[in-house]
């Protein structure tokens, strides 16, 4: 009987410290920005080849907004769709040539030609693993008008009805 209790004290001692793992999709700043990717579809195309859309004007289609979504550590709702495409269009459009920069659990996130004054992309580690912190990404002005842009769009939708 003794040697029973000491295996179930055991058992749960060992049950209780177990840690939440971290999905590999979010494992590191790389592996969350490969994800983001992915949600586009868009981890295998060449850099040349999102330069060329970007400079035709192509929109990039999202594909799964529940993976698009799970990139980000503060979503609070549709609209910070903008806000997550803003994050999306400034890393592919330097997709090879992304520097990280970490400092403790925080991650910024640059392209190597950009200037040093430019707005990294900032992950911070969580629980969950690495996730983009969509505030500390967007400069406030650059969030502001992506905010009256969705306002603007949702009256406009409203009047539509």
């Given at each position: 009987?003794r ?36 949600a ?35 979503w ?27 400092q ?9 030609s ?48």
């Amino acid at each position: 009987m003794r040697a029973f209790i000491i295996a179930a004290i055991t058992v749960l001692a060992l049950t209780s410290c177990k840690t939440k793992s971290v999905s590999s999709a979010f494992e590191s700043p790389n592996a969350t920005i490969d994800t983001l990717f992915r949600a586009y579809d868009v981890q295998d195309v060449p850099q040349a080849e999102i330069r060329r859309r970007f400079q035709a004007r192509e929109r990039f289609k999202l594909v799964d907004e529940n993976l698009f979504r799970s990139c980000f550590s503060d979503w609070q709702g549709e609209h910070d769709q903008g806000l997550g495409g803003f994050v999306f269009g400034q890393l592919v459009a330097a997709k090879d040539e992304l520097t990280i920069d970490f400092q403790g659990d925080t991650a910024h996130v640059r392209a190597s030609s950009s200037a040093p004054d430019h707005s990294p992309v900032v992950l911070v580690k969580q629980d969950s693993g690495w996730k983009i912190d969509l505030r500390q990404s967007v400069p406030p002005d650059v969030r502001q008008r992506l905010y009256e842009v969705y306002r603007h769009a949702r009256r406009v939708e409203r009047q539509a009805r």
